[in-house]
């Protein structure tokens, strides 16, 4: 047997029998390391966990399985350094088609944030390898006793059922087989697919649900699934038949919490040692104690599990938003809010809960202390900004679900859902929350429809990741072994062999003259657009041959694609050229990539340590820096800003490079991008004696004086708790500054004044454009009280009414009602229907005194008069606004006043 000759024990009895719960213990983390332990001694490559955000599949919301990061491997799309791996991946299922967020804290066993033990064969080992060590670590590693274990296996799969059964001695009854919904895994509607088989441990009748067919596959928690071995071996056709792989492949996956769980002796994962201190520091909170109350117990799991996932969302980038993973992050923090005004928490919490997860987790999880105090700053921030609101909302919503209660209806309107959501910004999903603990249903297709009509696209719906999708060209042609050497930090100019050219999008083997083509040579000194940086341009070029490099992309991962137009001459696959990278644009480039880290530098010295990139870009003439933060920068802290780069600048200090293994550059603080996926050997780029530290792959200067100098064009926000600057260097920056000089010295001459006594000059011009303004009004005042009184001579009695209608100069409907306000005050009793021409444009006005605002209608008199100007208005019975068009029968309209009101008498 394979797995035999790879040192696996073979056939053997099973371990004697044992006693419940008499395994050996161990903490969480030992059960980690004892998996990832067992298999680097099988020859696994251990692999860190990536990122919580995707990087390269925009289809996902979040990593929930240990194999995202492995995806293209198993597609075949990309070729790796190892055909074995073995990780502990961090998940989040809570959003998109795996969505377990509703379920935390009614089960023992769901989560938002989970850590995933798996093993991988990228066409290596496959069922006999996979099934013998999964056994082994099982039985022997972690010590849990034999006749515990029962299997599933996909029902036509008896290669998996001879393994189980003859190699490693099963008994037939702990074998069983199921459909494809239980136990057959696919990627898609096409792909790669396979069966599967799980493992799961009997803990015991206790716990069950005691029916006489509990087994296998029942929903209660006496057979508890802990393994999942997927066997990757068919390619499933788009008529449905399956056809073996040439080369399958294995993908494992093991809940660290239920593992942790069953090695501790404890029925609910929320019991284990992953949960236990976060459960405890709520209960001193909260000032009661968990597993007293069934209900209050619900809330005490919901905090312990979603404190973990804030902290590591938060830690890999995310941020509290109205849409995408934002607003699942932010659905998953106020939920939590919500459960601890169940316990009575007052007051922000949250936030030392998660700091109670970077205590404990951050040994094993350091990106979590790196961003502490920015988790921390977040956490409270949305704390505080959720507390008025929950207050207010659970207020109303009680008061609606009193009122139902009386009419004894059962289900919450979806109206009251969306008014509750688009007025006070209350969440959907906590009314659901609400009603399911008060025994109400809530009416969601009444709430999507409100949705539907009252805004055109939901500010839920996600955009996906934002990376751009590789062209399936270059993935073959990756996934073929083709590469390119960069060779651009050494110099700008070198020899290289054309190793593939591609005309729209296919493979040629040559172009000519005017063809628009892509290059790929076997090494190169362009740098392909990467980490926020832009691509090169240039030459590539020979004897007979000028192509001109106007772009230069890289894919996936070595593939440097050069991106031109054939000038002259013609190129083939096999040609010698040479590259030659346009210097000038370089040099601007490297001035403004090293700015970024000076300026990131800056950032944190002066708003503190929370501020982290979270994009940029880095061309010729200009950079960009994305990075957090909750606030706007007051002009006076950008002054500084921009100062302490400018000072860093001028010391001139040495900018150096180097590369060094991933952890070493993080013991020494180097700061990295929060979805970057790093290799084992990661470049670092220093500035001084480290007063800058960054992992990055971009064009840098070889000391800071050569940037010249830094200035910053403008700061803003451009989402939620993400700003942007924008600034110069260089040349750039000496030519902003120029034309601002320029623009003082024109404005200073226009002013008549000098440039530095402009400020003063325009401070005076203000002040007196103020003082003409207050002269103006008080014209104003004074000719409208003698146009008032003129105006109230004009006043006609009917029935004891007195009606003045007119027309008069206003400006804009602004002065038209303040000449109403003034009528009114003055006379006392009476209607008042004022008319003005301006811009085209008819504006009406009526006013009615309080004691007859009643017996006449505002509101009803300008309607009417608006339809004879051609227009519309309306209002209350005591003031109405409207207007119209027909600017020529205006007087035509306010003749008609006094018969409009002779009706409502």
């Known amino acids: 047997m394979a797995w035999v000759k790879r040192g696996v024990v073979p056939k053997r009895k099973l371990p004697p029998q044992l006693t419940d719960n008499l395994w050996v213990r161990m903490d969480s983390r030992e059960v980690r390391e004892r998996f990832l332990r067992y298999f680097k001694d099988h020859g696994h490559t251990m692999v860190k966990s990536s990122s919580l ?104 799969d008896d290669e998996a059922y001879k393994i189980w059964n003859e190699d490693i001695g099963l008994p037939p009854e702990r074998i069983k087989r199921f459909g494809e919904e239980d136990n057959f895994w696919s990627m898609g509607e096409t792909g790669p697919c396979g069966p599967c088989s799980e493992i799961y441990v009997d803990q015991g009748p206790g716990i069950g649900c005691g029916k006489p067919t509990c087994s296998v596959g029942c929903d209660c928690d006496r057979y508890l699934e802990i393994w999942n071995l997927v066997f990757t071996q068919y390619n499933r056709e788009p008529d449905g038949r399956l056809t073996p792989l040439p080369k399958p492949n294995i993908d494992t996956g093991m809940g660290l919490e239920r593992l942790a769980a069953v090695m501790q002796g404890v029925y609910s994962n929320y019991e284990s040692d992953l949960f236990s201190y976060i459960l405890k520091l709520t209960e001193e909170l909260a000032g009661s104690r968990y597993g007293r109350d069934k209900k209050s117990d619900i809330s005490f799991r919901v905090i312990a599990d979603h404190s973990r996932a804030v902290a590591f969302l938060i830690a890999d980038g995310a941020m509290p938003s109205n849409e995408g993973r934002g607003y699942v992050l932010r659905r998953i923090i106020r939920r939590a809010l919500r459960y601890g005004q169940i316990l009575s928490l007052k007051g922000p919490f949250l936030h030392r809960l998660t700091d109670k997860v970077i205590d404990v987790m951050g040994t094993d999880y350091p990106e979590l202390v790196r961003s502490r105090s920015f988790i921390g700053e977040v956490v409270v921030n949305e704390e505080k900004r959720f507390a008025d609101t929950l207050v207010h909302g659970l207020s109303i919503l009680r008061e609606e679900m009193d009122g139902l209660r009386s009419k004894q ?106 063809d628009g083509v892509e290059i790929i040579l076997d090494q190169s000194p362009f740098y392909g657009e990467a980490g926020g940086q832009v691509g090169d341009t240039g030459w590539i070029g020979n004897d007979t041959l000028r192509v001109e490099v106007v772009d230069t992309a890289r894919y996936p991962k070595d593939l440097i694609i050069h991106r031109g137009k054939v000038i002259e001459g013609m190129i083939s696959v096999g040609d010698v050229v040479e ?241 109403g306000d003034y009528l009114r005050d003055k006379l006392g009793s009476g209607v008042i229907v004022l008319g003005a021409r301006g811009h085209g444009k008819v504006f009406l006005l009526c006013r009615v005194t309080p004691d007859l605002a009643g017996r006449y209608g505002a509101g009803k008199i300008i309607k009417a008069l608006s339809a004879l100007v051609g227009g519309k208005g309306g209002g209350r019975n005591d003031m109405a606004e409207g207007g119209g068009t027909k600017v020529s029968e205006l007087g035509h309209a306010l003749s008609k006043v006094f018969d409009i009101i002779a009706e409502q008498s």
């Open 579 to 819: 590259a030659m990278v346009d210097e000038r644009r370089r040099r601007n480039i490297a001035h403004n990539h090293t700015a970024t880290h000076l300026l990131q530098a800056a950032l944190r010295e002066t708003l503190g340590e929370h501020v982290k990139q979270a994009g940029s870009y880095v061309g010729p003439d200009r950079l960009r820096f994305d990075f957090t933060h909750f606030a706007q920068i007051r002009p006076e802290r950008l002054g500084e800003i921009e100062r302490l780069v400018n000072l860093t600048i001028q010391k001139n200090l040495p900018v150096t490079t180097r590369v060094m293994p991933r952890d070493e550059a993080f013991q020494q603080e180097a700061i990295a991008l929060f979805e970057e996926r790093y290799g084992d050997e990661v470049r670092v780029v220093t500035i001084g004696d480290g007063m800058s530290r960054e992992l990055c792959g971009g064009a840098h200067v070889t000391a800071t004086g050569d940037i010249g100098v830094f200035i910053i064009g403008s700061e803003g926000a451009v989402a939620a708790g993400i700003r942007r600057i924008e600034a110069l260097t260089g040349q750039g920056a000496i030519r902003e500054i120029q034309k601002e000089m320029e623009n003082l010295k024109t404005i200073s001459s226009i002013l008549k004044t000098t440039p530095d006594q402009l400020v003063k000059r325009v401070e005076q011009l203000i002040e007196d454009q103020r003082e003409k303004e207050r002269q103006i009004e008080s014209l104003k005042a004074r000719l409208a009280t003698r146009h008032s009184e003129d105006l109230i001579q004009t006043a006609t009695v009917i029935d004891g009414v007195r009606i003045i209608s007119q027309e008069v100069t206003a400006a804009d409907p602004k002065d038209l009602r303040e000449l």
């Open 409 to 514: 209806k059962a289900t919450i309107p979806g109206e009251l859902v969306f008014r509750l959501y688009d007025t006070f910004g209350f969440p959907p999903d906590l009314v659901e929350d609400v009603a399911r603990d008060e025994g109400f249903g809530v009416d969601t297709e009444g709430f999507d429809q409100a949705m539907a009509e009252q805004r055109a696209a939901s500010q839920r719906s996600w955009k996906g990741s934002g990376e751009e999708e590789i062209p399936e060209i270059y993935r073959m042609l990756d996934a073929r072994g083709l590469s390119c050497q960069f060779v651009g930090y050494e110099g700008l100019k070198a020899t290289g062999r054309v190793v593939s050219i591609l005309k729209d999008g296919q493979l040629v083997d040559s172009a000519g003259n005017g």
């Open 53 to 156: 955000i995707p990087k390269d599949d925009p289809t996902l919301l979040f990593t929930n399985a240990g194999m995202v990061q492995f995806k293209n491997l198993f597609l075949g799309l990309e070729k790796g350094p190892y055909t074995r791996a073995a990780s502990s991946q961090k998940c989040v299922r809570a959003g998109g088609k795996h969505n377990d967020l509703d379920q935390v804290g009614y089960t023992n066993r769901h989560h938002t944030f989970f850590e995933m033990l798996g093993n991988f064969s990228f066409g290596d080992y496959f069922k006999e390898e996979a099934i013998g060590w999964a056994w082994e670590l099982m039985t022997v590693g972690y010590g849990l006793p034999g006749e515990k274990l029962w299997v599933s296996i996909y029902k036509d």
